[in-house]
């Protein structure tokens, strides 16, 4: 089987190795390539502005998604605080510019933490952020990681949110958790753990390094597969993809990998 989508999330922030992004997801576009149509290949961004303004002008229809789990400054500070110097305002003037240029839907991920981004004045932040916008919001309930302070909202809550937002005209879906089953700390900056193999002499045909399992650091929003793709020394891409399914074609392995971002 192939892979027929890919999104870019959880490897760090995508937009802050945007070049080398890019030319991933051409690699993977290209007809003569792998052939993943353009709108199944996914960008997820913590809100990195000058990485939203630069994929508003490129010609392709790669999907953008923004992590933003929540609309009031001063929550998501605390929450994602690598990204607190491109405010919230900011962020929306870049975004309504993004759809202005593209006529694409961002997609807006919201992870709910109990107690945290699931209150009453969070909740309408969130629909006047996205009210009159043109966006989908992906609504998830936290992973629920023993030993954690943060704990997932409780789902009567996720519904809740999910008709305050469809009632102001906001498309919204409410996605599974995934993840819940691997004990991994979600810090917003952890490092991914999980295991490891070398998988070029079961799969042959293949452009990855490695296979690895495991939660996304950080977020709630993520798959547990990934593979890695080596595009030069620079920077190796884990590029998820759902129910442990999809083999990408192409041989390559060039060495050590790192990180982007």
Known sequence: ERATSVVFMGQGEPFANYDEVLKALRI????????IGARHLTVSTSGV???IRKFADIPEQFTLAVSLHSAIQSTRNKLMPGVKKYTLLRLHEALQLYTEKTGRRPTYEYAMIEGVNDTNPEMQALCDFCEGTLCHVNLIQLNDI???PLKPSPIHKVEDLQRR????GIETTIRNSRGNDIELPAAAEATLQGSEERIGESHPNTFHVKHRTAPVAGYATGAVSFIELNFGPAATFPIFYGQNK?????E?????SK???
């Open 28 to 35: 993977l576009n290209e007809p003569d390539g792998i052939g």
């Open 49 to 51: 502005i000058p990485g």
């Open 146 to 148: 023993e030993g954690s």
């Open 165 to 168: 937002l469809e009632s102001r």
């Open 246 to 250: 999809g083999r990408l074609s192409h």
């Open 252 to 256: 390559s392995d060039k060495g050590p």
């Open 259 to 261: 990180y982007a971002g």
